[in-house]
């Protein structure tokens, strides 16, 4: 099977190379036969690199571990769905992971594609041929998945204890899911720009696309939080990692387009600023794989370093230098259609909302950068680390949760001086209320309160909104309020998805306001002591240790330490946090022991136990407790933004448009009344 | 005859003092094993783990300093030098396999149980392991550039957006005042008398777009 899935490489960087050229160079202009093989060969990409897949996750499955990769992140032991996982655990296997899922995305853009924008189909099929080809190329000169080793092991050294989670299993594929998917807006702007086709035609291609790519980002950035929450232990979701960051980057820039563009098909303006966002989007979802992959820069989370991420970053530059001189060279053709009316405007709004966007990202990409920038101009080594993200972007981002609170409450083209008063005062008054009620219960610390206060200004334009839309559906409809909430939404899935996605932030910034509250202890305990920690909110809570039992589990020796919770006196429960030592078939250890965190989760706050170790060989246990307040909202913040993304990209809605009957050729017939009594 | 029956007997014999070897060669690890355990194994404050090696590396107990807020402060300034990339705090209390970071969060004690301040430890661990020790670069110098080029950046564009926006808002004012004044001059507006609606209906219509599309 290994000598078909190299096979299907090869033939799939064959075709690739052919439809790129042949799409890319124009030679297929004015023929029409060269132009359908063109649109086609997507699908016989993606038929090569599923085989090729098929391949792998055969050798996988089947244990054979005389190919490197199965040897090196599977064992005989390891449970099913982490060994089918295994297919994206290492360098190799996700890089293939990402050419399947880009021929897909490829395939599928053909396919789907509206026939009205056909004549853009040839030159993404060669876009999308390009970067597979690329990939495919690393593939085969750098990192093989199918290579052989000269000697067949008994037993694979099995899946890094921290990738067995479930969150491991699905948070990568999500986060290159919304990586791989960038490519197709991509590939259209770069059609559009090739073709001189520039209306709006190809923003209308992409805007499932975008949203598609927007909707996977966020979901594998928010898996990404929850994974390392419950696995690595460190007690926050966090970290401000270069891969952490590298994740954001594209997330950012992708919001700053999917607001921008609304400008774009309104008014006809910001074209430029549309494409550069969309080529800006696609080089830094590349230069966050180069991140990961080249061990350029020092993360928690990177892959082995290895050259392969040098590859990466000559495509970045080629990439970018093809893309922006195309842009260069079309500039004249993107001349705006309309000029903004007024600084007091939904448009000025959106333009300070991508600016504040726009200037985090740089902020992000500036400090992961920085070390480097540091040590080629002084020749000194800095770290920048959380604090130094944390003074630069807090403000930034409390900046931006205002924005998301005043960008609806502002008119397009001009807004009135009543209408700004009609529209700002509950807003207002809600931030202030919330503001007063925080400082009278004590709060002092600055950033929460300046976060709370506008998340509640952000929500009460958003339950603004949906109130004057209930009520005008009401008063026009006479429907019943749920059933005007229902019909609002369903015939303005956009804007009101959009104002879901607009809770979902807010509730992610109230979460991480509370993260300023968290509290911490160490403790040792023998059995039957306790320790006692208070809360933010109050409450004392009391630990006490149960003691240690161990046990062999299907691919690990287990230590499990239990605590009782009580809380203010009554019981909560148990909870147990684990030490892991990871063996194969052979019960040899394969990696260090792991910490497996207890978490008991409440709406106020998580009750987060890490078993840290025991005390010379007894069950003395050595543990940390951390209450952390509002954890629980990031991961409903997260599904609120889903929700709200799914709601604006779910096909249909918007109003219904009123076909004219047929009109019979040749005569016209008013029916009246008239002589019918 | 009675020569291969006795051969025959002392293989059974043979093979009885085989099983007997091979049963006590199972057992008696296991009685090892037992006779080594605590008598209290898993059962009270001095009981002995049955494998101690699946744990990790064994722990020091907590001491008082451990849980100190204003140590805990200065070490989340501070790098591990395991290579990890997290600060002294979180890589003692997260990876309990590094060696590093618990040296560290000693030196950090004593040198704080010599009465110098945060900032004095901080010096005094650049001073050992270089700048790249602290978890955000001093704000001087170079580094000064780290700190303020995002902030420059944003005001600068938002002035420039503002200057742009304000000078072309002021065309469009001027244009529109140029065309109402040629409307004055010359006839009504086209567009007014083209819409075919009363006036309740165009008042019902802009309260609805009020209501709806602000």
New interface residues.
């Given amino acids: 099977m290994t000598i078909l899935g190299e096979f299907c490489l090869w033939a799939a960087m064959l075709i690739g190379v052919w439809c790129s050229v042949i799409a890319l160079s124009g030679i297929g202009q004015g023929r029409p036969e060269l132009q359908a093989a063109v649109t086609r060969s997507p699908h016989a990409l993606f038929g090569c690199l599923a085989v090729a897949s098929l391949a792998l996750w055969q050798g996988l499955i089947s244990h054979d571990f005389n190919i490197e990769y199965v040897a090196a992140y599977t064992s005989r032991n390891l449970p099913t769905y982490y060994i089918v996982s295994g297919f994206w655990a290492g360098q190799k296997g996700s890089l293939l992971f990402w050419a399947v899922v880009l021929s897909l995305f490829g395939s599928l853009a053909q396919a789907l594609t509206p026939r009205r924008h056909a004549h853009l189909l040839p030159h993404v099929a060669g876009v999308t041929s390009a970067v597979l080809v690329f990939f495919i190329s690393v593939m085969l000169f750098a990192a093989n998945p199918f290579e052989r080793l000269p000697f067949t092991p008994p037993d694979g050294r099995g899946l890094n204890p921290q990738l067995q989670n479930i969150g491991m299993v699905v948070h990568p594929p999500m986060l290159y899911l919304g990586y791989i998917s960038i490519t197709i807006p991509f590939a259209f702007a770069v059609a559009a720009l090739l073709s001189r086709r520039l209306d709006t035609g190809w923003i209308h291609a992409i805007r499932k696309w975008t949203l598609v790519s927007w909707l996977f980002l966020s979901i594998g950035i928010t898996l990404g939080m929850w994974w390392a929450y419950v696995e690595l232990g460190w007690g926050g979701y966090w970290a401000w990692d270069p891969v952490e960051n590298a994740s954001l980057l594209p997330w950012l820039t992708m919001t700053a387009f999917l607001h921008s563009v609304m400008i774009q098909e309104k008014r006809g303006m910001l074209k430029r600023w549309n494409l550069g966002l969309i080529v800006g989007t696609f080089l830094l979802s590349i230069f966050g794989t180069f991140i990961t992959r080249s061990g350029v820069i020092a993360s928690v989370h990177s892959f082995t370093q290895s050259n392969v991420g040098y590859f990466f970053l000559v495509f970045l530059i080629v990439a970018g230098t093809f893309a922006f001189t195309l842009l260069y060279t079309r500039w004249p053709l993107l001349e705006p259609e309309a000029e903004l009316d007024s600084m007091v405007s939904r448009e000025a709004a959106f333009l300070f909302n991508n600016l504040a966007l726009v200037g985090i990202a740089f902020s992000v990409l500036w400090g992961t950068l920085f070390p480097i920038l540091s040590e080629a101009v002084r020749g000194i080594k800095i770290t920048v680390g959380p604090p130094f993200f944390n003074r630069v972007n807090v403000p930034l981002g409390l900046g931006l949760l205002a924005l998301t609170g005043i960008g609806p409450l502002i008119a397009w083209r001009r807004a009135s001086i009543a209408n700004l008063r009609r529209q700002f005062v509950a807003p207002v008054v809600t931030a202030l209320v919330t503001l007063g009620a925080l400082l009278a219960t004590g709060m002092r610390d600055v950033y929460p309160l300046m976060a709370l206060a506008l998340a509640g200004f952000a929500a009460a334009t958003v339950v603004q909104e949906f109130a004057r839309g209930v009520r005008a559906r009401m008063r026009m409809h006479g429907e019943n309020p749920p059933l005007a909430l229902g019909r609002l939404v369903a015939r303005n899935r956009r804007r009101y998805g959009g104002y879901l996605v607009h809770v979902g932030i807010l509730i992610y910034f109230v979460a991480f306001a509370g993260m300023a509250f968290k509290e911490e202890r160490e403790a040792t305990l023998r059995a039957g002591e306790s320790v006692d920690v208070r809360s933010p909110y109050g409450h004392t809570y009391r630990f006490t240790h149960m003691g240690i039992s161990q046990y062999e589990a299907l691919n690990r020796l287990v230590s499990a330490a239990t605590v009782e919770v009580r809380r203010d006196g009554k019981r909560l429960g148990l909870i147990t946090s684990e030490k892991r030592q990871h063996v194969d078939s052979f019960r040899r250890p394969t990696f260090e022991p792991s910490t497996e965190v207890g978490i008991l989760s409440d709406l106020r706050e998580d009750i987060y136990v890490v078993f840290a170790g025991a005390v010379n060989g007894t069950e003395q246990a050595v543990y940390r407790f951390n209450l952390n307040p509002l954890v629980w909202w990031v991961w409903f913040g997260g599904g609120v933004l889903v929700l709200g993304g799914l709601t604006t990209m779910w096909p249909g809605g918007g109003p219904t448009i009123r076909t004219p009957r047929p009109v019979q050729s040749g005569y016209r017939a008013t029916l009246t009344n008239a002589g019918t009594a | 005859m009675t020569g291969r029956s006795t051969r025959v007997g002392e293989h059974v014999q043979e093979r009885r003092q085989l099983v007997r070897w091979a049963l006590a060669g199972m057992i008696a690890p296991s009685l090892s094993h037992l006779a080594a355990q605590d008598p209290m194994a ?1 059962g ?19 001491v008082p300093g ?2 100190d807020q204003w140590i ?1 402060s200065v070490e ?2 501070l ?1 591990c030098t395991c ?5 002294i705090f ?1 890589c003692r ?2 990876d ?2 590094c060696t590093y970071s618990p040296e560290l969060h000693q030196e950090v004690v004593a040198l704080g149980q010599e009465g110098k301040t945060a900032q004095q430890i901080l010096d005094a661990f650049v001073a050992k392991y ?8 001093k704000p001087v110098g ?2 000064l550039w ?2 303020l ?3 420059v ?2 005001t600068l ?2 002035v420039l ?2 200057v742009v ?2 000078r ?2 002021r ?2 004012s001027l244009a529109l005042v140029a065309a109402d004044a040629s409307d004055s001059v010359g006839q009504q507006p086209a567009a007014a008398e083209s819409v075919d609606a009363t006036p309740e209906e165009l008042d019902h219509l802009r309260r ?1 777009l009020l ?4």
């Fill in positions: 898993g009270g404050p001095q009981g002995r783990l049955r494998d101690p090696t699946i744990t990790g590396r064994s722990r020091a107990p907590t451990d849980n805990k989340q300034k790098k290579g990890c990339n997290l600060d979180t209390t997260t309990f396999t270089g700048e790249k020790t602290l978890m955000a670069p170079f580094n780290g700190y080029l995002p902030g950046a944003i564009g938002a957006l503002a926006i304000g072309r808002a065309r469009q609805a209501e709806v599309e602000d």
